[in-house]
């Protein structure tokens, strides 16, 4: 059998947007957002370790099935916002919204998936009060991936 490299995880999601001040301005009107770099061509969005790099140059239409997720502290203090920008959640069992490019975006909370940053990643993110719910705690053992305690 050939080798084969094992995937670690997502580094980062490129979005292509129309206006990288309006990516800027939508997206932080609901998101704390660390700006790490920006031009009027590209933008480069930390959330602790992993990143976002908004592209301006939109060319497609708007999706249907293909998202991206973004795990929060505060699901429903995300969903008041976006409510409050006006902003449609989609119909369907997850709490789905289009930007104003069309790019899809499932929110979630960071305490009930299995996705999990390290200790030391939160705690400099002031986020090291997050813990993992049972169900995904249970999720992880399932698989042999317990978080350290």
């Known amino acids: 059998m050939t080798p084969k490299a094992k ?3 997502t580094n980062h ?3 292509e947007i129309g206006d990288i001040g309006e990516a800027l301005a939508f997206y932080g009107s609901f998101l704390d957002l660390e700006i790490a770099s920006k031009s009027d061509k590209a ?3 930390y959330f602790g370790d992993q990143f976002i790099n ?3 140059g939109f060319r497609q239409g708007p999706d249907d099935n293909r998202h991206f997720g973004i795990a929060v502290d505060d699901k429903p203090l995300t969903i008041e916002l976006l ?3 006006g902003v449609e959640l989609l119909d369907g069992p997850f709490t789905d919204f289009l ?3 069309g790019n899809r975006v499932e929110l ?3 305490t009930n998936i299995q996705f999990t940053k390290a200790d030391h ?3 400099v993110m002031g986020l090291g009060h997050l813990k993992k719910t049972d169900e995904a705690l249970n999720e992880l053992a399932d698989k042999g991936m317990v978080p350290d305690a």
Request: proline fraction near 8%.
């Open 83 to 85: 409510n409050s920008m």
């Open 99 to 101: 930007d104003p490019w």
């Open 13 to 15: 999601v490129a979005l």
């Open 54 to 56: 908004f592209s301006a």
């Open 121 to 123: 990643v939160l705690r």
């Open 7 to 9: 995937p670690v995880g």
């Open 43 to 45: 933008a480069f969005v």
């Open 108 to 110: 979630t909370t960071y």
